[in-house]
């Protein structure tokens, strides 16, 4: 009778444990939907941080040539000489996207120091080259101010219509893309030279040479899965992608095409571009050309 029992109570324990675990392992319909989806994870944990999180690549300061503008949407170093940014630096997650319309206020940006000629959209009207958005007016969509201060023309470059609406305009939504799978990026956009070849031909000049047309068109994309001290979670596994573009009408559509080095772009402009990147990282890192999917 003993032995029994014994083997009631054995096979009665081993039973409640075989449900238990069940349980425990069971996920419904509305759960299992959201499990390990990108955009959920992206939306659940994305948060706006700092544009220049990866660093201030030419030390903007105070200078006329390298003047630092912090907005919440975006930071640059401007050139007052060149009536354009040296380059733009912002923050891409889901927290910045929402369903605001593109504005189109092209305008003016007051808030330069009124010593610098304000460069005006009329500046670029039959020249040949866009208005060239450096933070793309899709990045910045949650609100209205957002959007609309992508459209102040100290965020413009003059580039090549075709540059800007078909290689480039591809690079901005694989960059969304990247950040619907459930990233975050640090973006920096910059340009050099002088010369390119728009619409209407080959100009160095617009607005009586008060506009620079740059020759070159480059941008630094740091990919990271969306997280927390994002500085510290860069090591020398993370994906950088960093391509330099003729401003020319002529170019190819595949942005892939001219994927090179951060060395290379800090070779021709001079600047530092992760400079909060420890070295040991950025040694590795910045001397790898991107051989990720395009699209």
Same mark, same amino acid.
């Given at each position: 009778?003993?032995?029994?029992?014994?083997?009631?109570?054995? @096979?009665?324990?081993?039973?409640?444990? @075989?449900?238990?675990?069940?349980?425990?392992?069971?996920?419904?319909?509305?759960?299992?939907?959201?499990?390990?989806?990108?955009?959920? /994870?992206?939306?659940?944990?994305?948060?706006?941080?700092?544009?220049?999180?990866?660093?201030?690549?030419?030390?903007?300061?105070?200078?006329?040539?390298? !003047?630092?503008?912090?907005?919440?949407?975006?930071?640059?170093?401007?050139?007052? !000489?060149?009536?354009?940014? #040296?380059?733009?630096?912002?923050?891409?997650?889901?927290?910045?996207?929402?369903?605001?319309?593109?504005?189109?206020?092209?305008?003016?940006?007051?808030?330069?120091?009124?010593?610098?000629?304000?460069?005006?959209?009329?500046?670029?009207?039959?020249?040949?080259?866009?208005?060239?958005?450096?933070?793309?007016?899709?990045?910045?969509?949650?609100?209205?101010?957002?959007?609309?201060?992508?459209? @102040?023309?100290?965020?413009?470059?003059?580039?090549?219509?075709?540059? #800007?609406?078909?290689?480039?305009?591809? @690079?901005?939504?694989?960059?969304?893309?990247?950040?619907?799978?459930?990233?975050?990026?640090? /973006?920096?956009?910059?340009?050099?030279?002088?010369?390119?070849?728009?619409?209407?031909?080959?100009?160095?000049?617009?607005?009586?040479?008060?506009?620079?047309?740059? #020759?070159?068109?480059?941008?630094?994309?740091?990919?990271?899965?969306?997280?927390?001290?994002?500085?510290?979670?860069?090591?020398?596994?993370?994906?950088?992608?960093?391509?330099?573009?003729?401003?020319?009408?002529?170019?190819?559509?595949?942005?892939?095409?001219?994927?090179?080095?951060?060395?290379?772009?800090?070779?021709?402009?001079?600047?530092?571009?992760?400079?909060?990147?420890?070295?040991?990282?950025?040694?590795?890192?910045?001397?790898?050309?991107?051989?990720?999917?395009?699209?």
């Amino acid at each position: 009778m003993l032995t029994h029992l014994k083997r009631i109570l054995y @096979l009665s324990m081993v039973g409640w444990m @075989l449900v238990s675990c069940s349980e425990e392992s069971v996920i419904s319909p509305k759960d299992e939907a959201n499990v390990g989806t990108p955009d959920s /994870i992206a939306n659940a944990t994305a948060t706006k941080d700092g544009n220049l999180a990866m660093g201030n690549p030419s030390g903007a300061n105070t200078s006329y040539s390298n !003047y630092l503008i912090n907005k919440s949407q975006f930071s640059m170093s401007y050139n007052s !000489y060149r009536g354009t940014p #040296n380059w733009v630096s912002w923050h891409l997650s889901s927290a910045w996207l929402g369903s605001t319309p593109r504005q189109d206020d092209f305008r003016a940006d007051n808030s330069l120091p009124s010593a610098f000629y304000r460069v005006q959209p009329s500046d670029y009207t039959g020249s040949g080259f866009d208005r060239g958005h450096n933070t793309p007016s899709a990045d910045r969509t949650l609100t209205v101010s957002d959007n609309s201060a992508t459209f @102040l023309m100290s965020n413009m470059i003059p580039q090549a219509p075709t540059n #800007n609406q078909q290689a480039w305009a591809n @690079l901005e939504n694989y960059c969304r893309k990247l950040v619907s799978q459930g990233n975050e990026l640090y /973006i920096i956009m910059g340009q050099y030279g002088k010369g390119g070849t728009g619409s209407n031909g080959y100009k160095e000049t617009l607005a009586n040479g008060k506009v620079t047309v740059p #020759n070159r068109i480059w941008k630094v994309i740091v990919v990271l899965p969306v997280g927390t001290s994002d500085v510290s979670r860069v090591t020398t596994s993370t994906r950088v992608i960093a391509i330099d573009t003729p401003n020319s009408n002529n170019i190819s559509t595949s942005w892939g095409t001219y994927r090179t080095t951060v060395d290379a772009i800090e070779a021709k402009t001079g600047y530092n571009i992760l400079s909060n990147v420890s070295s040991s990282v950025q040694s590795v890192i910045e001397a790898r050309v991107d051989n990720g999917p395009t699209s």
